[in-house]
């Protein structure tokens, strides 16, 4: 007994360096996480409260009410210690239109991805569309926008016998183009992470293969889907470059899907840089900012609900 109580306290007296090296590697990995995990949060607090103070100067320093900038369609800031107006509904409803039409032609195709490539044809779509949809995420906005500009707006020009085919609908359809992988990666995935069973179940039943996507996949994934929707949304309401080279940049609102018009992200883009810092101008795009990120942050807290929803199922 004593022969083997000596042993064991040599190989532990053995063991303790290679321990003290591994504690020391997973405090040192754990303080290394946490740090950076603090130090991001810093950084969005630090950006909320500089666009909130950036943009709270409309109306602490020039009397404007949010109920104006909200609601009133009169747009015309003024510069260099003038003063205006600065409704921006025109913006708003803008940046409405264009996100929403573009979810409503994006999303049917999307699904349809999706379930061709968890239920169709599995081999040719992780081998071939898989890809294609990460090339189509990797594109720079500005090619879908140049795109937009040479061959969709004279088309559309063309086709409707318009003197120009800047307007909603073009904008519209390339956003469209540029939210599809992103709806259709996060649909994919969810739809693939439905257990086989469910699958099997259904099938034993006497169900057709349609009517097992129909009632139990898309059922089934309808959290994980909407989330990919909800993600297309908010990257179509953030999206600037494409827009503001398709949508006209017109300060009207909008009569029908051939109407030029304007949105939030186009109009900052335009014109931050052509403001005097410290003007209305200037403050009134801050302001536009800072409702922009307001919205974002409004469509991650809808994400993490759809996300809680999902793993409840």
Known sequence: MAYASDKDFTQKRLNQPLLNKKWR?????????????IF??????????????????????????????????????????????????????GSLTVSGFALLIA??????????????SPKIGSRFLRPVLEIFVGIPSVVYGWIGLTVLVPFIANVFNLPFGFSVLAASIVV???????????????????PAEYRDASYALGSTRWQMVWHI??????????????????????????????????????DSLLSPTNTLTAVITANMGNTVNGSEYNDALWSMAFLLLLISFGFIILIRVLGRKRNEL
């Open 25 to 37: 590697t997973e405090y040192a990995g754990r303080t290394l996480v946490t740090i950076f995990g």
């Open 40 to 93: 991001i949060i810093l950084l969005a607090l630090t950006i909320l409260g500089f666009l909130g103070y950036r943009g709270s100067a409309t109306f602490l320093n020039y009397g404007h009410s949010v109920a104006e900038f909200l609601f009133s369609t009169n747009w015309n800031p003024g510069e260099a210690g003038q003063s205006g107006t600065v409704g921006a509904a025109i913006f708003i409803v």
């Open 107 to 120: 999303t049917p195709f999307a699904i349809a991805m999706a379930i061709f490539i968890s239920d169709i």
């Open 176 to 194: 469209a183009v540029m939210i599809f992988p992103t709806i259709a990666s996060v649909a994919t995935d969810a739809m693939q992470a439905i």
């Open 217 to 254: 996949k898309l059922r089934s994934a309808m959290p994980g889907i909407l989330t990919g929707i909800v993600l297309g949304l908010a990257r179509a309401f953030g999206e600037a470059l494409a827009v503001a080279m398709v949508v006209g940049q017109s300060t009207r609102f909008v």
